[in-house]
């Protein structure tokens, strides 16, 4: 089994990403969260990946990290829940916001996800509420890092408001900020128009 590819980043595009190791470059189908953690092409990287076999062929998947990887094996457990769906909900919010919503039982987070209709959402929450309350009982963070994970307040809440303002998803505005370290230097001193800033630049890149 491939369990994961170490080399230079060629190549982030959006949903994909290619990286070269041993003289050969691999594409792979990435999540929002994923482009959001890994450096600029040019950089070395360490993606752990999953290969999926379908009907219509075989697709590599890559991760920044090994939660993120478990999270996916989860949801392609689900029925009617496939690879391309699974990477779609893992980029449309932080994996501990996803966690949260599944675990209560959510179904308006869910649903506001693109492809996620109410019967896949009960699906989802019926079959990964107990496997993934169980694997995070102390509210552990499945995307591998700290960071805001959906519940915004303060300047932060701000500046998420002020991207929805100008036309951005609920879904891209937490990605504008998904794996930002509250504490740490992304966001030490940033007020609410240096947040707004951040955000744009950070979406840029998917």
């Known amino acids: 089994m491939l369990d994961f590819i170490e080399g230079e980043i ?5 949903r994909r990403l290619v990286i070269k190791a041993g ?3 691999f594409g792979l189908l990435v999540s929002a969260q994923t482009l959001s953690v890994l450096p600029p ?16 062929g075989m697709s590599l998947y890559g991760f920044g ?12 457990q689900v029925s009617g829940v496939g690879p391309k769906l699974a990477l779609g909900i893992l ?8 966690r949260k919503a599944i675990v209560m039982g959510d179904l308006a987070v869910l649903t506001g996800i693109g492809g996620v209709g109410k019967k896949t ?14 694997a995070l009982p102390d509210g552990g963070d499945l995307s591998g890092g ?3 994970d959906g519940e915004a307040t303060g300047a932060m809440a701000e500046a998420m408001s002020a ?3 100008l036309g951005y998803t609920q879904g891209e505005a937490a990605r504008a900020f998904a794996g930002a370290d509250l504490a740490g230097a992304d966001l030490a001193g940033l007020d609410v128009e240096g947040l707004i800033k951040l955000g744009l630049k950070r979406l840029a890149r998917f």
């Open 10 to 14: 060629v190549a982030k595009e959006p």
């Open 23 to 25: 003289g050969v470059g």
């Open 41 to 56: 092409a040019g950089s070395q990287a360490l993606v752990y990946t999953s290969l999926q076999a379908r009907e219509d």
């Open 65 to 76: 990290g090994k939660d993120e990887r478990a999270f996916f094996d989860l949801l392609i």
């Open 91 to 98: 980029s449309a919010y932080p994996s501990e916001t996803l």
């Open 121 to 134: 959402a009960q699906r989802l929450v019926l079959e990964l509420k107990d496997k993934l309350g169980q």
């Open 146 to 148: 700290g960071g805001f």
């Open 163 to 165: 991207l929805l303002a």
